[in-house]
């Protein structure tokens, strides 16, 4: 008799470049998990109500979520986790007999890789780019762990950003200043910088030849930071510019995989492979990065 295969996929519009698949995949592979996990494509915002009630009518396990629908799944979820209430993003969600229960593993999943710099973090400034889901876990990270002494935060449409952090629920745990990213020269007063935003990845409209921060600025310097959520490249133009101005350099890839170490705990109960999971996926990286 054949053991029926639970469905895992991710969420999100022209996400195929995603390596969500190979991340779950892997780990269920080498743990003999009868799981296999897929994207779903998402057309427009409209078309979730559809989605979720496919969801439970098929019994599929559960999502993880990004862009752009991290905040417009919320209302469509029976119970949220704590993270996710405090900023109204859903990154992960888990089908309990087809109760929805959204989570944030974002939140950790960002923090993790900046832990040991955790003492360099406090009380100083630190800038952060984007206006979407992934910021809002930054900043409630920021906010749990690293008690900065302000957070500058960069985006293109400073009402929007304004808008955001309203409808998030943001209690104003730490102050934040709105920026304009395209007048980015605070940044050379802050110990860490964070690229929340698509810049910089390989195959978007933006390019991988474009950074928030241009070089020919000259703002970065070796007493800072610079962590960029991008992971595809690996190394992106920021980390190179970064890493010429002698910053410490933190790549998306680690977020990555930290996310996904929660998501999959969160859905199979067993702790994800981390080591090989992530040698799995930087090679399929790097080996895109000849063709």
């Not at 799944?73 to 229960?101: C, H, M, Y």
């Not at 999943?109 to 973090?121: H, Q, V």
């Not at 979407?132 to 690293?146: N, P, Q, R, V």
């Not at 410490?248 to 981390?274: C, D, N, Y």
Request: with cysteine; aromatic share 8%; net charge neutral.
């Amino acid at each position: 008799m054949t053991k029926a295969i639970k469905i895992l996929g991710l969420l999100g519009r022209a996400v195929d470049y995603s390596y969500s698949p190979l991340i779950h995949n892997t780990a269920c592979k080498l743990l003999s998990l009868p799981y296999y996990y897929t994207v779903f494509n998402i057309a427009e915002s409209n078309l979730l109500a559809d989605a979720f009630r496919g969801a439970k009518a098929l019994g599929i396990a559960g999502f993880n979520v990004t862009i752009p629908y991290k905040k417009e799944v919320v209302p469509f979820l029976d119970e949220l986790s704590r993270e996710a209430a405090a900023i109204q993003a859903v990154n992960t969600i888990v089908n309990n007999n087809g109760k929805l229960t959204g989570h944030n593993t974002d939140i950790a999943g960002f923090a993790a890789p900046l832990l040991p710099y955790r003492e360099s973090i406090k009380g100083r400034t630190v800038a952060l780019f984007g206006a979407g889901g992934a910021a809002l876990a930054a900043i409630e990270a920021f906010s749990e762990f690293f008690d900065p002494k302000e957070i500058l935060l960069f985006v293109r449409d400073p009402k929007k950003a304004e808008t955001l952090l309203e409808k998030s629920g943001y209690e104003q745990k730490l102050p934040i200043t709105i920026m304009r990213s395209d007048d980015p020269e605070k940044t050379r007063e802050c110990q860490l910088i964070v690229n929340a935003t698509p810049i910089g990845t390989r195959g978007r409209d933006n390019g991988a030849g474009n950074t928030i921060i241009p070089p020919e600025l000259a703002l970065l310097h070796r007493d800072q930071i610079v962590y960029d959520m991008v992971y595809n490249p690996l190394d992106t133009p920021l980390l190179q510019a970064a890493r010429l101005a002698g910053a410490t350099t933190i790549s998306g890839i680690e977020m990555l995989i930290g996310q996904a170490e929660r998501s999959f705990f969160l859905w199979t109960g067993m702790k994800m492979p981390v080591t090989a999971v992530k040698q799995a996926v930087m090679q399929e990286i790097e080996q895109q990065a000849k063709q």
